[in-house]
């Protein structure tokens, strides 16, 4: 595994690495290793960082040491979350033209995949799930919709996500689901926070 180290601050480091699953694994590793400061994963970075004052002197010497060892970490081990799912998006029948096959055929092939939370981004409890192979990749909306809907199933690039709230959002909508995915009276608040397995089933 290599990555470079940028400090940001004496309160964080940024670890730059090669993809989102390098950065999951390393940020399961660091974890266990580093429990007293926050370890934020994103597409191609970590983020180590102190809630309060300045990073203990020994952290870069730890990041450093993970990142020298085999990427043998497993960023899928994590608790699986099933998500009931209403396959009636507005844009399953065009993501279906893409992926050569039917609505049928979507659903049938996201129901059939784990998906992992590889990072979380753009709203609070927005999970980027990875899973899904490069050639099903589908390009995000020309024009973002102005409101896409709390619960919505969406895909874009090789990406799947689930919107918490109503937002603006250019993903390809395929379905729905009823699940809270944002709570904070919940520990942790994201329902998919990073290292989570998720299973999209039928509602």
Same mark, same amino acid.
């Given at each position: 595994?290599? #990555? $470079?180290?940028?400090?940001?601050?004496?309160?964080?480091?940024?670890?730059?690495?090669?993809?989102?699953?390098?950065? +999951?694994?390393?940020?399961?590793?660091?974890?266990?290793?580093? /429990?007293?400061?926050?370890?934020? /994963?994103?597409?191609?970075?970590?983020?180590?960082?102190?809630?309060?004052?300045?990073?203990?002197?020994?952290?870069? +010497?730890?990041?450093? +040491? @993970?990142?020298? *060892?085999?990427?043998?970490?497993?960023? #899928?081990?994590?608790?699986?979350?099933?998500? /009931?799912?209403?396959?009636?998006?507005?844009?399953?029948?065009?993501?279906? +033209?893409?992926?050569?096959?039917? @609505?049928?055929?979507?659903?049938?092939?996201?129901?059939?995949?784990?998906?992992?939370?590889?990072?979380?981004?753009?709203?609070?409890?927005?999970?980027?799930?990875? #899973?899904?192979?490069? *050639?099903?990749?589908? /390009?995000?909306?020309? @024009?973002?919709?102005?409101?896409?809907?709390?619960?919505?199933?969406?895909?874009?690039?090789?990406?799947?996500?689930?919107?918490?709230?109503?937002?603006? #959002?250019?993903?390809?909508?395929?379905?729905?689901?009823?699940?809270?995915?944002?709570?904070?009276?919940?520990?942790?608040?994201?329902?998919?926070?990073?290292?989570?397995?998720? $299973?999209?089933?039928?509602?």
């Amino acid at each position: 595994m290599t #990555g $470079r180290l940028v400090r940001c601050g004496p309160g964080a480091l940024v670890v730059e690495v090669d993809g989102p699953a390098t950065a +999951a694994g390393l940020a399961s590793r660091l974890r266990t290793r580093l /429990p007293l400061l926050g370890v934020v /994963p994103g597409a191609e970075s970590v983020l180590v960082q102190a809630a309060h004052g300045s990073l203990p002197d020994d952290v870069a +010497a730890v990041v450093a +040491a @993970a990142l020298a *060892e085999p990427a043998d970490a497993d960023p #899928g081990s994590g608790r699986l979350v099933e998500l /009931p799912v209403h396959w009636d998006g507005p844009d399953l029948d065009d993501v279906a +033209a893409r992926w050569g096959t039917d @609505a049928s055929g979507v659903v049938a092939r996201l129901e059939a995949t784990e998906l992992t939370s590889a990072f979380c981004g753009f709203a609070p409890g927005f999970a980027y799930l990875a #899973g899904l192979p490069a *050639e099903l990749a589908v /390009p995000r909306l020309a @024009a973002p919709r102005p409101r896409v809907p709390a619960g919505s199933v969406a895909l874009a690039d090789a990406w799947c996500g689930v919107y918490p709230g109503a937002s603006p #959002g250019g993903w390809r909508l395929v379905g729905r689901t009823d699940v809270a995915l944002w709570d904070l009276d919940a520990d942790p608040p994201a329902l998919l926070a990073p290292g989570t397995r998720v $299973r999209l089933v039928p509602a």
